[in-house]
Protein backbone atom coordinates (compact mmCIF):
# COMPACT_ATOMS: atom_id res chain seq x y z
CA UNK A 1 0.00 0.00 0.00
CA UNK A 2 1.20 3.38 -0.86
CA UNK A 3 0.68 6.75 -0.14
CA UNK A 4 0.18 10.15 -1.97
CA UNK A 5 -0.60 13.50 -0.83
CA UNK A 6 -4.32 14.71 -0.95
CA UNK A 7 -4.29 17.14 -3.53
CA UNK A 8 -7.68 18.40 -2.84
CA UNK A 9 -6.72 19.48 0.82
CA UNK A 10 -3.70 21.04 -0.05
CA UNK A 11 -5.49 23.15 -2.93
CA UNK A 12 -8.23 23.92 -0.86
CA UNK A 13 -6.06 25.22 1.35
CA UNK A 14 -4.12 27.38 -1.26
CA UNK A 15 -7.22 28.86 -2.51
CA UNK A 16 -8.15 29.93 1.27
CA UNK A 17 -4.49 31.43 2.04
CA UNK A 18 -5.05 34.00 -1.11
CA UNK A 19 -8.76 34.68 -0.39
CA UNK A 20 -7.13 35.49 3.33
CA UNK A 21 -4.53 38.04 1.47
CA UNK A 22 -7.65 39.41 -0.70
CA UNK A 23 -9.21 40.12 2.69
CA UNK A 24 -6.59 42.78 3.20
CA UNK A 25 -7.79 44.86 0.55
CA UNK A 26 -11.44 45.55 2.65
CA UNK A 27 -9.41 45.87 5.71
CA UNK A 28 -7.13 48.49 4.61
CA UNK A 29 -10.09 50.35 3.47
CA UNK A 30 -12.03 50.12 6.87
CA UNK A 31 -8.77 51.44 8.67
CA UNK A 32 -8.57 54.58 5.53
CA UNK A 33 -12.26 55.57 6.86
CA UNK A 34 -11.28 55.32 10.36
CA UNK A 35 -8.74 57.49 10.15
CA UNK A 36 -10.44 60.18 8.09
CA UNK A 37 -13.05 60.38 10.66
CA UNK A 38 -10.54 60.91 13.24
CA UNK A 39 -9.15 63.50 11.24
CA UNK A 40 -12.52 65.27 11.24
CA UNK A 41 -12.96 64.97 15.04
CA UNK A 42 -9.69 66.51 15.37
CA UNK A 43 -10.44 69.19 12.99
CA UNK A 44 -13.74 70.05 15.01
CA UNK A 45 -12.15 69.86 18.59
CA UNK A 46 -9.21 72.11 17.24
CA UNK A 47 -12.33 74.72 16.13
CA UNK A 48 -13.66 74.50 19.33
CA UNK A 49 -10.38 74.88 21.14
CA UNK A 50 -9.57 78.07 19.04
CA UNK A 51 -12.53 79.42 20.04
CA UNK A 52 -12.52 78.64 23.51
CA UNK A 53 -9.02 78.42 24.88
CA UNK A 54 -5.66 75.78 24.29
CA UNK A 55 -3.87 74.30 26.88
CA UNK A 56 -3.05 76.08 29.71
CA UNK A 57 0.28 76.79 30.88
CA UNK A 58 1.35 79.06 33.88
CA UNK A 59 4.46 80.46 35.52
CA UNK A 60 3.95 83.00 37.93
CA UNK A 61 4.24 85.05 39.54
CA UNK A 62 7.94 86.46 39.15
CA UNK A 63 9.16 89.57 40.52
CA UNK A 64 11.20 91.87 37.49
CA UNK A 65 13.82 94.33 38.16
CA UNK A 66 14.86 96.03 35.00
CA UNK A 67 18.86 97.32 35.82
CA UNK A 68 21.05 98.87 33.09
CA UNK A 69 23.86 96.47 30.97
CA UNK A 70 27.05 98.71 29.64
CA UNK A 71 28.27 97.28 26.55
CA UNK A 72 30.64 98.30 23.40
CA UNK A 73 29.24 99.10 19.77
CA UNK A 74 29.53 96.87 17.18
CA UNK A 75 28.92 99.22 14.50
CA UNK A 76 32.12 101.34 15.28
CA UNK A 77 34.49 98.29 15.92
CA UNK A 78 33.84 98.60 20.42
CA UNK A 79 34.99 102.24 20.17
CA UNK A 80 31.75 103.34 21.95
CA UNK A 81 30.21 102.05 24.83
CA UNK A 82 26.27 101.83 24.62
CA UNK A 83 23.33 101.14 27.47
CA UNK A 84 20.62 98.80 27.16
CA UNK A 85 17.90 97.57 30.19
CA UNK A 86 17.78 93.98 31.17
CA UNK A 87 15.58 92.52 33.79
CA UNK A 88 16.55 90.00 36.80
CA UNK A 89 13.61 87.65 37.17
CA UNK A 90 13.04 86.72 40.83
CA UNK A 91 11.16 83.94 41.84
CA UNK A 92 8.96 83.55 45.19
CA UNK A 93 10.00 82.36 48.34
CA UNK A 94 6.80 80.18 49.13
CA UNK A 95 4.00 79.82 46.39
CA UNK A 96 0.17 78.21 47.71
CA UNK A 97 -1.45 77.68 44.63
CA UNK A 98 -5.25 76.38 44.72
CA UNK A 99 -7.09 75.70 41.41
CA UNK A 100 -10.88 74.41 41.17
CA UNK A 101 -11.08 73.16 37.45
CA UNK A 102 -14.81 73.55 36.98
CA UNK A 103 -14.83 71.34 33.61
CA UNK A 104 -17.73 71.25 31.02
CA UNK A 105 -18.37 69.66 27.56
CA UNK A 106 -18.52 71.08 24.70
CA UNK A 107 -20.23 69.99 21.29
CA UNK A 108 -19.09 70.55 17.52
CA UNK A 109 -21.35 67.90 15.25
CA UNK A 110 -21.64 64.42 16.99
CA UNK A 111 -18.02 65.16 18.63
CA UNK A 112 -17.22 66.65 22.26
CA UNK A 113 -14.39 68.09 23.89
CA UNK A 114 -13.54 68.79 27.60
CA UNK A 115 -13.19 72.06 28.11
CA UNK A 116 -12.44 74.16 31.55
CA UNK A 117 -12.83 77.33 33.83
CA UNK A 118 -10.01 77.84 36.58
CA UNK A 119 -10.88 79.48 39.34
CA UNK A 120 -6.69 79.98 40.30
CA UNK A 121 -5.38 81.17 43.57
CA UNK A 122 -1.88 81.92 44.28
CA UNK A 123 -0.84 83.13 47.89
CA UNK A 124 2.86 83.74 48.81
CA UNK A 125 6.21 85.57 49.84
CA UNK A 126 8.89 87.02 48.54
CA UNK A 127 12.46 87.47 50.19
CA UNK A 128 15.57 89.98 50.40
CA UNK A 129 18.04 89.17 47.64
CA UNK A 130 20.90 90.35 46.30
CA UNK A 131 20.21 92.98 43.52
CA UNK A 132 21.75 93.31 40.30
CA UNK A 133 24.35 96.86 39.93
CA UNK A 134 23.02 99.73 38.70
CA UNK A 135 18.95 98.27 39.62
CA UNK A 136 16.01 100.61 39.02
CA UNK A 137 14.35 99.21 41.96
CA UNK A 138 11.66 101.46 41.46
CA UNK A 139 10.60 100.19 38.22
CA UNK A 140 9.83 96.53 39.43
CA UNK A 141 6.99 94.77 38.86
CA UNK A 142 5.16 91.87 39.16
CA UNK A 143 4.57 89.10 35.89
CA UNK A 144 1.74 86.73 35.75
CA UNK A 145 3.28 84.87 32.39
CA UNK A 146 0.76 82.30 30.78
CA UNK A 147 0.74 80.81 27.04
CA UNK A 148 -2.54 81.92 26.36
CA UNK A 149 -4.19 85.04 27.68
CA UNK A 150 -7.77 84.64 25.69
CA UNK A 151 -10.18 82.96 27.95
CA UNK A 152 -8.45 85.05 31.63
CA UNK A 153 -10.34 87.06 33.71
CA UNK A 154 -8.97 90.44 35.22
CA UNK A 155 -7.06 89.36 38.01
CA UNK A 156 -7.43 90.81 41.63
CA UNK A 157 -3.65 91.17 42.79
CA UNK A 158 -3.09 92.37 46.67
CA UNK A 159 0.82 93.34 47.13
CA UNK A 160 1.57 94.02 50.45
CA UNK A 161 -1.96 94.60 51.76
CA UNK A 162 -2.27 96.83 48.71
CA UNK A 163 -4.58 96.32 45.78
CA UNK A 164 -2.85 96.61 42.39
CA UNK A 165 -3.79 96.39 39.07
CA UNK A 166 -2.47 93.76 35.89
CA UNK A 167 -2.20 95.45 32.46
CA UNK A 168 -0.71 93.71 29.35
CA UNK A 169 3.08 93.31 29.06
CA UNK A 170 4.79 96.76 27.37
CA UNK A 171 8.14 95.77 29.37
CA UNK A 172 10.31 93.16 30.30
CA UNK A 173 10.95 89.94 28.42
CA UNK A 174 8.21 87.25 29.23
CA UNK A 175 9.91 83.61 29.34
CA UNK A 176 10.17 81.18 26.65
CA UNK A 177 8.89 77.75 27.19
CA UNK A 178 8.47 74.57 25.40
CA UNK A 179 5.20 73.64 26.68
CA UNK A 180 3.79 70.03 26.32
CA UNK A 181 1.55 69.17 23.56
CA UNK A 182 -1.27 66.65 24.91
CA UNK A 183 -3.04 66.98 21.80
CA UNK A 184 -0.46 65.77 19.44
CA UNK A 185 -1.48 64.07 16.48
CA UNK A 186 0.00 61.51 14.44
CA UNK A 187 -1.23 59.48 11.58
CA UNK A 188 -1.39 56.16 13.83
CA UNK A 189 -4.12 58.27 16.13
CA UNK A 190 -2.34 58.52 18.98
CA UNK A 191 -2.60 62.02 20.05
CA UNK A 192 -2.18 61.78 23.78
CA UNK A 193 1.56 61.35 24.19
CA UNK A 194 2.40 63.41 27.37
CA UNK A 195 6.04 63.82 27.21
CA UNK A 196 6.00 64.97 23.81
CA UNK A 197 7.25 68.81 23.31
CA UNK A 198 6.24 71.90 21.11
CA UNK A 199 8.30 73.97 19.37
CA UNK A 200 9.51 77.10 22.52
CA UNK A 201 6.89 79.33 23.00
CA UNK A 202 6.77 82.59 24.46
CA UNK A 203 4.70 83.23 27.63
CA UNK A 204 2.20 86.36 27.52
CA UNK A 205 2.92 88.45 30.08
CA UNK A 206 0.30 90.23 32.92
CA UNK A 207 2.54 92.94 34.66
CA UNK A 208 2.14 95.00 37.66
CA UNK A 209 4.36 97.63 38.96
CA UNK A 210 5.22 97.29 42.85
CA UNK A 211 6.71 98.82 45.65
CA UNK A 212 9.61 96.47 47.51
CA UNK A 213 9.80 96.30 51.22
CA UNK A 214 12.00 94.05 53.04
CA UNK A 215 9.04 91.14 53.58
CA UNK A 216 6.51 91.15 50.18
CA UNK A 217 3.36 89.25 50.41
CA UNK A 218 0.81 89.00 47.77
CA UNK A 219 -2.21 86.95 46.85
CA UNK A 220 -3.46 86.70 43.22
CA UNK A 221 -6.71 85.96 41.87
CA UNK A 222 -8.15 84.81 38.44
CA UNK A 223 -10.42 82.65 36.43
CA UNK A 224 -9.07 81.70 32.82
CA UNK A 225 -10.65 79.15 30.15
CA UNK A 226 -8.98 76.27 28.35
CA UNK A 227 -9.05 72.73 27.29
CA UNK A 228 -7.60 69.35 27.87
CA UNK A 229 -4.63 70.40 30.20
CA UNK A 230 -3.24 72.78 32.73
CA UNK A 231 0.30 73.29 33.62
CA UNK A 232 2.36 74.92 36.18
CA UNK A 233 6.16 75.39 36.92
CA UNK A 234 6.69 74.98 40.43
CA UNK A 235 9.42 78.20 40.47
CA UNK A 236 9.04 79.22 44.07
CA UNK A 237 11.77 77.81 47.23
CA UNK A 238 9.01 75.94 48.44
CA UNK A 239 5.82 75.10 46.25
CA UNK A 240 2.39 74.10 47.19
CA UNK A 241 -0.06 72.89 44.52
CA UNK A 242 -3.62 71.68 45.36
CA UNK A 243 -5.57 71.09 42.14
CA UNK A 244 -9.37 69.78 42.00
CA UNK A 245 -12.28 69.08 39.85
CA UNK A 246 -15.82 67.26 39.32
CA UNK A 247 -13.95 65.62 36.32
CA UNK A 248 -13.31 61.91 36.70
CA UNK A 249 -10.79 60.74 34.56
CA UNK A 250 -7.61 63.09 35.28
CA UNK A 251 -4.12 62.33 34.35
CA UNK A 252 -0.89 63.24 35.68
CA UNK A 253 2.10 63.77 34.10
CA UNK A 254 5.41 65.94 33.86
CA UNK A 255 8.25 66.32 35.73
CA UNK A 256 6.13 65.53 38.93
CA UNK A 257 3.58 63.19 39.82
CA UNK A 258 1.18 64.31 42.96
CA UNK A 259 2.41 63.73 46.48
CA UNK A 260 -1.36 62.74 47.15
CA UNK A 261 -4.13 62.18 45.11
CA UNK A 262 -7.88 61.08 45.41
CA UNK A 263 -9.84 59.72 42.46
CA UNK A 264 -13.43 58.44 42.63
CA UNK A 265 -16.98 59.04 41.04
CA UNK A 266 -17.31 62.49 42.73
CA UNK A 267 -13.83 63.84 41.09
CA UNK A 268 -10.37 64.46 41.64
CA UNK A 269 -7.97 65.71 44.25
CA UNK A 270 -4.47 66.03 43.81
CA UNK A 271 -1.28 67.88 45.96
CA UNK A 272 1.75 68.87 45.17
CA UNK A 273 4.77 69.58 47.69
CA UNK A 274 8.10 70.97 45.34
CA UNK A 275 10.78 72.22 47.00
CA UNK A 276 13.50 74.37 44.85
CA UNK A 277 15.95 71.44 45.11
CA UNK A 278 14.00 68.57 43.43
CA UNK A 279 12.95 71.78 40.88
CA UNK A 280 16.35 72.67 40.22
CA UNK A 281 15.08 76.26 39.67
CA UNK A 282 17.22 78.69 42.02
CA UNK A 283 15.60 82.01 42.83
CA UNK A 284 17.10 84.29 40.20
CA UNK A 285 15.38 82.18 36.67
CA UNK A 286 16.59 84.69 33.98
CA UNK A 287 17.94 82.71 31.27
CA UNK A 288 16.94 79.22 32.69
CA UNK A 289 15.28 76.78 30.60
CA UNK A 290 12.21 75.49 32.99
CA UNK A 291 10.85 73.54 30.54
CA UNK A 292 11.17 70.26 32.11
CA UNK A 293 10.05 71.10 35.49
CA UNK A 294 6.00 71.71 34.83
CA UNK A 295 4.13 69.22 35.36
CA UNK A 296 0.91 68.86 33.44
CA UNK A 297 -3.16 67.75 34.82
CA UNK A 298 -4.83 66.72 31.72
CA UNK A 299 -8.59 66.03 31.33
CA UNK A 300 -9.05 62.61 29.53
CA UNK A 301 -12.07 61.33 27.63
CA UNK A 302 -12.64 58.44 29.02
CA UNK A 303 -13.36 56.33 25.85
CA UNK A 304 -11.88 57.00 22.23
CA UNK A 305 -13.88 54.91 20.30
CA UNK A 306 -12.01 55.94 17.17
CA UNK A 307 -8.33 54.91 18.84
CA UNK A 308 -10.53 51.47 19.95
CA UNK A 309 -11.70 50.99 16.83
CA UNK A 310 -7.85 51.21 15.15
CA UNK A 311 -6.61 48.70 17.71
CA UNK A 312 -9.78 46.24 16.82
CA UNK A 313 -9.31 46.27 13.10
CA UNK A 314 -5.28 45.49 13.66
CA UNK A 315 -6.71 42.09 14.81
CA UNK A 316 -8.97 42.17 11.92
CA UNK A 317 -6.52 39.84 9.63
CA UNK A 318 -6.11 37.38 12.28
CA UNK A 319 -9.84 37.04 13.13
CA UNK A 320 -10.46 36.60 9.43
CA UNK A 321 -7.78 33.63 9.24
CA UNK A 322 -8.94 31.99 12.12
CA UNK A 323 -12.86 32.00 10.77
CA UNK A 324 -11.47 30.92 7.47
CA UNK A 325 -9.78 28.03 9.62
CA UNK A 326 -12.67 27.41 11.53
CA UNK A 327 -14.61 26.86 8.03
CA UNK A 328 -11.92 24.77 6.64
CA UNK A 329 -11.73 22.33 9.93
CA UNK A 330 -15.51 22.07 9.76
CA UNK A 331 -15.66 21.39 5.61
CA UNK A 332 -12.61 18.77 5.65
CA UNK A 333 -14.27 17.10 8.80
CA UNK A 334 -17.58 16.65 7.69
CA UNK A 335 -17.21 16.40 3.91
CA UNK A 336 -19.56 19.53 2.99
CA UNK A 337 -17.58 21.48 0.61
CA UNK A 338 -17.73 25.28 0.98
CA UNK A 339 -17.41 27.24 -2.50
CA UNK A 340 -14.38 29.89 -2.15
CA UNK A 341 -17.02 32.56 -2.95
CA UNK A 342 -18.66 32.03 0.21
CA UNK A 343 -15.68 32.44 2.23
CA UNK A 344 -14.92 35.84 0.48
CA UNK A 345 -18.66 36.80 1.72
CA UNK A 346 -17.96 35.44 5.28
CA UNK A 347 -14.90 37.61 5.41
CA UNK A 348 -16.80 40.92 3.81
CA UNK A 349 -19.45 40.45 7.16
CA UNK A 350 -16.38 40.55 9.39
CA UNK A 351 -14.78 43.36 7.55
CA UNK A 352 -18.30 45.54 7.52
CA UNK A 353 -18.37 44.98 11.55
CA UNK A 354 -15.56 47.42 12.25
CA UNK A 355 -17.45 50.03 9.83
CA UNK A 356 -20.37 49.04 11.38
CA UNK A 357 -18.96 49.58 15.15
CA UNK A 358 -17.14 53.05 14.33
CA UNK A 359 -20.58 54.17 12.96
CA UNK A 360 -22.63 53.48 15.52
CA UNK A 361 -20.18 54.30 18.63
CA UNK A 362 -19.99 57.87 17.57
CA UNK A 363 -23.65 58.49 19.05
CA UNK A 364 -23.34 55.53 21.68
CA UNK A 365 -20.99 54.55 24.36
CA UNK A 366 -18.25 52.01 22.87
CA UNK A 367 -19.31 49.03 24.80
CA UNK A 368 -22.46 49.35 23.90
CA UNK A 369 -21.58 49.89 19.74
CA UNK A 370 -19.43 46.87 19.79
CA UNK A 371 -22.48 44.81 20.97
CA UNK A 372 -24.68 45.97 18.23
CA UNK A 373 -22.06 45.56 15.47
CA UNK A 374 -20.86 42.18 17.13
CA UNK A 375 -24.45 40.56 17.50
CA UNK A 376 -25.68 41.71 13.93
CA UNK A 377 -22.50 40.15 12.02
CA UNK A 378 -23.24 36.65 13.95
CA UNK A 379 -26.55 36.39 13.23
CA UNK A 380 -25.72 37.21 9.68
CA UNK A 381 -23.11 35.10 9.13
CA UNK A 382 -24.57 31.80 11.31
CA UNK A 383 -27.72 32.44 8.91
CA UNK A 384 -26.02 32.50 6.17
CA UNK A 385 -24.07 29.45 6.73
CA UNK A 386 -26.96 27.48 8.12
CA UNK A 387 -29.66 28.82 4.79
CA UNK A 388 -26.38 29.41 2.11
CA UNK A 389 -23.50 27.20 3.02
CA UNK A 390 -24.67 24.19 4.59
CA UNK A 391 -28.31 24.21 4.26
CA UNK A 392 -28.72 20.96 6.13
CA UNK A 393 -27.20 22.09 9.88
CA UNK A 394 -29.53 20.84 12.73
CA UNK A 395 -29.87 23.23 15.73
CA UNK A 396 -26.75 21.81 17.79
CA UNK A 397 -24.62 22.63 14.64
CA UNK A 398 -25.93 25.83 13.93
CA UNK A 399 -25.20 26.93 18.40
CA UNK A 400 -21.90 25.62 17.90
CA UNK A 401 -21.66 27.90 14.87
CA UNK A 402 -22.82 30.89 17.00
CA UNK A 403 -21.44 30.19 20.04
CA UNK A 404 -17.50 30.23 17.94
CA UNK A 405 -18.16 33.35 16.61
CA UNK A 406 -19.78 34.78 19.49
CA UNK A 407 -16.52 33.77 21.52
CA UNK A 408 -14.41 35.11 18.61
CA UNK A 409 -16.23 38.40 18.82
CA UNK A 410 -15.64 38.29 23.15
CA UNK A 411 -12.01 37.30 22.89
CA UNK A 412 -11.95 40.47 20.78
CA UNK A 413 -13.45 42.57 23.15
CA UNK A 414 -11.42 41.58 26.33
CA UNK A 415 -8.20 42.03 24.17
CA UNK A 416 -9.59 45.76 23.61
CA UNK A 417 -9.94 46.30 27.22
CA UNK A 418 -6.92 45.26 28.67
CA UNK A 419 -3.54 47.31 28.54
CA UNK A 420 -0.89 45.31 30.55
CA UNK A 421 -2.17 42.43 30.03
CA UNK A 422 -2.88 41.68 26.26
CA UNK A 423 0.41 40.62 25.23
CA UNK A 424 -0.23 37.35 27.64
CA UNK A 425 -3.58 36.79 26.84
CA UNK A 426 -3.77 36.70 23.66
CA UNK A 427 -0.72 34.35 23.65
CA UNK A 428 -2.46 31.92 26.15
CA UNK A 429 -5.53 32.18 23.91
CA UNK A 430 -3.61 31.46 20.67
CA UNK A 431 -2.21 28.88 21.64
CA UNK A 432 -5.02 27.30 22.98
CA UNK A 433 -6.70 27.90 19.81
CA UNK A 434 -4.45 26.24 18.13
CA UNK A 435 -4.79 23.12 20.30
CA UNK A 436 -8.45 23.15 19.48
CA UNK A 437 -7.50 23.28 16.13
CA UNK A 438 -4.95 20.33 15.79
CA UNK A 439 -7.59 18.10 18.35
CA UNK A 440 -10.01 19.15 15.66
CA UNK A 441 -8.07 17.52 12.89
CA UNK A 442 -6.18 14.66 14.58
CA UNK A 443 -8.54 11.81 12.63
CA UNK A 444 -8.45 14.02 8.85
CA UNK A 445 -6.96 11.88 6.01
CA UNK A 446 -3.81 13.85 4.46
CA UNK A 447 -2.83 11.31 2.30
CA UNK A 448 -4.76 8.95 -0.64
CA UNK A 449 -3.74 5.04 0.41
CA UNK A 450 -3.47 3.40 -2.65
CA UNK A 451 -2.43 -0.37 -3.24
Request: contains cysteine.
Amino acid sequence: MTKKLNFSIIWKSLVIGVLILLMLIPLAFVRKTIKERFEYKYAATSEIISSWGDQILIAAPILNIPYTVQYRDREDNGKTWSTRTEYAKFSPKDLDVDVNVISQTRYIGIFEVPVFTAEITMKGSFEKFKKPADAKENESFISLEINDLKGISTPVFVWNGQKAEFEPAIIGMPLSIRMPNVRRYSSEMSYTRYYDYEETNRLKSLNSRVILNDNNTFEIKFNIKGSNAISFIPLAKDNRFHIYSKWTNPNFSGTFLPDTKEINNEGFSATWNINYIASGNPPRIDGLNLSYSLFTTTLLVPVDSYRAAERAVKYGILFITLTFLACFVFEITSEKPIHPFQYLLVGFAMAIFYILLVSISEFIPFGFAYLIAAVSVIALITAYIKFAVIKNLNIKQTAVVASSMSALYIYLYVLLQLQDMALIFGSVSLFLGLAIVMYATRNINWYEERE
